[in-house]
């Protein structure tokens, strides 16, 4: 039973596709899933593509067509948390749907037919990938170049990560957002478009989930200067490195 591991973007998956020995294309709904070994780890990685409906079915069919053990996701997000930077990475305790309203009926955030708003993270699958991250951002922290000088003091932060299929881009709505959250108790750290889908399938299926996503911007108006360059020489290499040596401490 292999290892999920999934992004978003090709950007985001770094070289993880290349260093894949032995490798396997199989195609289904759409997507192209590799499998093969990542160290002496089996894996199957494989894009989802943008937003909570792409990311629900990519994860179905890993856990019922594919028969995988866990899910790993990761990529890049916004940050929303207090001092959360650019360059930090921050691997998920839980997730929660901030687009999810069906209130009155419910309880803003709350997810129909399951009676809450977050749904946790493996923590057994999330501590090795927490430590990886701790690890190689210190080993990262003098390497990168003058246009990204924000990330050369990057650290790993575990905490609460939303998504809503929306990209929040405004100091705006980022404010407005993670005083929503805060008034109901929920402390922010990051905000994407994938993740909660992904944790509610796999809270379905029984299946270990953990996500590490890359700060790639504060989710305002100031967003890098090339977002497609910060991903490629930043995130991309943080995700390789990270998930090569969290892989070998993954629950078997």
Known sequence: MPIAIVSALAEEQGNL????????????????????????????LVLSGIGKVAAATTAAV???????RCIVFTGVAGG???????????????????DMDASPIFPRWEVPGYGRA??????????????AASACLARDRATFDQEFSAARG?????????????FVSTSAESQALRGALAGA???????????????????????PFAALRTIS????????????RFVR????????????AALPQLPR
Do not use: K
Request: negative net charge; aromatic residues 6%.
């Open 62 to 68: 890993l856990l019922e067509c594919l028969h995988a």
């Open 217 to 228: 911007d504060r989710a305002d108006d100031d967003a890098p200067t090339d977002f497609s």
């Open 154 to 166: 990057a650290r790993a932060y575990h905490g609460l990560i939303v998504s809503g299929d929306r």
């Open 185 to 207: 108790g929920h402390a922010a750290l990051a905000v994407e478009m994938e993740g909660a889908a992904v944790a509610q399938v796999c809270a379905d299926y029984g299946a």
């Open 233 to 244: 020489e930043v995130a991309s290499r943080h995700t390789e490195r990270i998930v090569r």
């Open 17 to 44: 596709l290349q260093a894949l020995r032995q490798p396997q294309r199989l195609r289904h709904a759409g997507r192209e899933f590799w499998r093969g070994q990542l160290g002496e780890r089996e894996v199957v």
């Open 118 to 131: 977050l749904f946790p993270c493996d923590a057994a699958l999330s501590a090795p990938l927490l430590e």
């Open 80 to 98: 929303l948390g207090e001092g959360v930077q650019v360059g930090d990475v921050v691997v998920a305790t839980h997730f929660l749907q901030h």
